[in-house]
């Protein structure tokens, strides 16, 4: 059985559902709208700041506010590509059709994650233009240091969020458990913990906060993470390999 | 495909489920051989569903093993070219087109994507080829998963009870079907629990009950040994009737509305040996138990399994 096989018809189950579209159109409005929204918003909050404040501002990280929303529709989108093989019962017709399980599971993920990486580089570099305009003077430019890179990692950031979605879609095999855990998360849980200096010294390394960390051009004041943006990156890759490897022994281990 | 054929053999050996405390299937050997249907019957709940599971891989088994022309399911290249299953006529993504449902299936196998329209045309999906299958009947759902099963040309094709929800013009293509896939030299292994389904299109017979094998015969020999015959006899002298027979060494057993139920011996007999004590009948029949009967008699004493007692009414 070759894996092209399987790629190319996973590309075809992918394709054929209009949740693939609508998640990953909401993903890019989301994320390119609210990141508008907030940098023309912050255009006049950069005009009152002083050059303390202004040291700290990231221009950059500000257009890509919008991720927080939008990361709620890759996480559907993630939920929804593995989720609806369980919920329809499809899962058996897919494993009698290729039963190498480990085959089928990172076949799937693989079509999935390369179609998510490629939405969300698209959307990232537009965000940044969009939201950089409406920065109007306080914009940073794509060959600024560090910006490049932000870009991208925003994009990889998506991307993840997604995946991640995936693996844990993957270990509950419900898409709506998965869902009713992964939004209430990212939408709230993280974001808190993150905020509030009692939990943030645990909750950084949660993955969307150690994630987030490589859309950052500059460091907020009081920045008190001990890795850098490919370091925070790192630990939410890490997040990801955990899932992915929990969802594949399940696969492995249960009956369809 | 060519008739003489060899390959599709299916070999099930000691397969045992269990979830937890409950015993699914138990024990469970046989063999499902090319060029006949082969039925597989049990009542609902007897482990026909888990048992077809694990055959292809999706269940894994507590001990024992499927082997399909020695190999395991899931060591199959290109399965589906081997083994086509209708297992769940649900088991699809109703979001999806029928064509693209059927072509993913297929390119996962390599199978060429012009497959896909003969076996819309086979079933006879073809007008709703792109209608998304969520607003699908049960009957063009089960057609939908016999296309899905046909894709690969496989020399093998197993159905869990295909005729759910067919009308009876879709039972009667049904019913074609297998016996032409097994003329052609295919092994067509399907359940159903219904016995008279099996009597029209099985040529060999797998029934189980409780999870495990009750009978592993030919369809005409299940029905010489498990169609019964017996003579019914009614008498307004039944206990006078009652006593001659016992003296003539025949056990008789009552069978309610006051008639005797005698196995073994002919009408002409009892009828001579009644005369012979002028006992007057009012009824004198041989009968011939239908099989559906026999089937359930034959599950209902899996049901019973440790049961001793010798039943004093035949019919329910």
């Known amino acids: 059985m070759h894996a092209g096989y399987v790629w ?56 890509f506010v919008g991720t927080s929303l939008g990361q709620l529709a890759m996480i559907v989108f993630g939920v929804m590509v593995v989720g609806g093989e369980y919920s329809t019962g499809m899962i058996r017709t897919s494993l009698a059709a290729v039963p190498r399980r480990g085959l089928f599971l990172f076949s799937k993920i693989a079509v999935a994650t390369l179609l998510a990486f490629v939405v969300a580089l698209v959307t990232s570099f537009v965000t940044f233009f969009v939201g950089q305009a409406a920065l109007g003077p306080y914009k940073a430019s794509l060959g600024d ?105 399940v696969l492995k281990k249960r009956d369809a | 495909m060519s008739a003489s054929s060899v390959a599709g053999m299916i070999e099930v050996s000691g397969l045992t489920k269990r979830y937890g405390e409950k015993v699914a299937v138990h024990g469970l050997s046989f063999h499902v051989s090319p060029g006949i249907v082969t039925g597989f019957l049990g009542p609902n709940g007897a482990g026909k569903s888990t048992t077809m599971r694990m055959m292809l891989d999706l269940d894994h088994p507590t001990t024992g093993r499927v082997r399909i022309d020695g190999k395991r399911y899931a060591e199959l290249r290109e399965p589906l070219k081997y083994v086509g299953a209708l297992l769940d006529a649900k088991a699809l993504h109703g979001g999806r087109s029928a064509y693209h449902h059927l072509l993913c299936l297929a390119q996962s196998n390599g199978i060429p994507a012009s497959r896909v329209g003969e076996v819309l045309d086979v079933v006879g999906l073809t007008a709703v080829a792109n209608k998304r299958s969520k607003n699908f009947s049960l009957g ?4 939908l998963g016999i296309a899905a099963a046909l894709l690969g040309d496989p020399e ?20 074609n079907l297998m016996k032409s896939l097994a003329a052609q030299g295919r092994t067509v ?14 040529d060999h017979l797998v029934v189980i009950g409780q999870g495990r094998l009750l009978a592993d015969t030919s369809m005409a020999e299940f029905i010489r040994t498990n169609s019964r015959s017996y003579v019914r006899l009614r008498s307004p002298q039944q206990e006078q009737l009652l006593d001659v027979l016992h003296r003539a060494g025949i056990t008789a057993v009552t069978a309610g509305h006051g008639a005797l139920e005698v196995d073994g011996v002919g009408a002409e007999e009892l009828g001579e040996l009644a005369a012979r004590h002028q006992i007057v009948l009012h009824e004198l029949s041989p009968q011939q138990a ?17 049961a001793h007692a010798q039943p004093t009414e035949w019919r329910t």
């Open chain 2, 156 to 175: 093998i094709l197993m159905f869990d009870e295909p005729v759910n929800g067919l009308d009876p013009e879709g039972i009667h293509w049904i019913r």
């Open chain 1, 145 to 249: 240091p560090g910006v490049l890179r932000a870009v991208i990692g925003a994009a990889l950031y998506m991307t993840l969020i997604a995946v991640f979605a995936m693996g844990v879609t993957t270990v509950l095999r419900s898409p709506m458990l998965s869902l009713g855990i992964l939004m209430p998360l990212f939408f709230l849980l993280t974001p808190i913990l993150g905020n509030v200096p009692a939990t943030r010294k645990v909750a950084q390394y949660l993955p969307d906060q150690a994630g987030g960390k490589v859309m950052q051009v500059v460091a907020p004041e009081g920045d008190i993470a001990p890795y850098g943006p490919w370091g925070g990156f790192g630990i939410m890759v890490l997040w990801v390999l955990a899932a992915l490897c929990c969802g594949w022994l």
């Open chain 2, 189 to 202: 292994f399907v359940s159903s629990h219904l016995m008279s389904e099996m009597a029209l299109t099985a």
């Open chain 2, 290 to 306: 239908s099989l559906e009967e026999a089937f359930m008699q034959l599950t209902a004493e899996s049901v019973e399994y440790h």
């Open chain 2, 140 to 143: 063009m759902g089960q057609r």
């Open chain 1, 8 to 63: 190319k018809s996973e590309w075809t189950k992918i394709r054929s559902v209009r949740s693939t579209g609508t998640t990953l159109a909401l993903a890019a409005v989301f994320t390119i709208g609210l990141g508008f929204l907030i940098s023309a918003l912050s255009k006049n909050e950069f005009a009152k700041m002083d050059a303390h404040e202004l040291r700290f501002a990231d221009p950059t990280f500000i257009s």
